[in-house]
């Protein structure tokens, strides 16, 4: 089975940055899409970046400009560098990786983003 473990996630004002990293493990075959997500307190989880295997990648509209989202395929990772981040990243961040049609989930890593 494919397991996902997220890191990075903390404590962070207004402006400063994190970088997230998800590893992944187990059978990792067929993996083309990687990606994050977040939810914050009482709202739907949201698309954050998604990146293909080919390089291809998407980044929510509230994002571009900020994140960067990037993958290492021999080392099955996915990471997002977070830059001039806001109150309104504030959430739990989830690592996502789709394996031939199916989607696993990362058990996700708080960013809070506050002074």
């Known amino acids: 089975q494919v397991q996902l473990v997220e890191s990075g996630g903390g404590l962070v004002q207004p402006g400063g940055s994190l970088r997230l990293s998800c590893a992944a493990s187990g059978s990792i075959f067929g993996s083309f899409f990687m990606g994050w997500y977040r939810q914050a307190p009482g709202k739907q989880r949201v698309l954050v970046a998604t990146?293909?295997?080919?390089?291809?990648?998407n980044y929510a509209d509230s994002v571009k400009g900020r994140f960067t989202i990037s993958r290492d395929n021999a080392k099955n990772t996915v990471d997002l560098q977070m830059n001039s981040l806001k109150p309104e990243d504030t959430a739990v961040y989830y690592c996502?990786?789709?394996?031939?049609?199916?989607?696993?989930w990362g058990q996700g890593t708080q960013v809070t983003v506050s002074s």
């Open positions: 996502k990786v789709q394996i031939l049609a199916r989607d696993y």
């Open positions: 990146i293909s295997r080919g390089g291809s990648i």
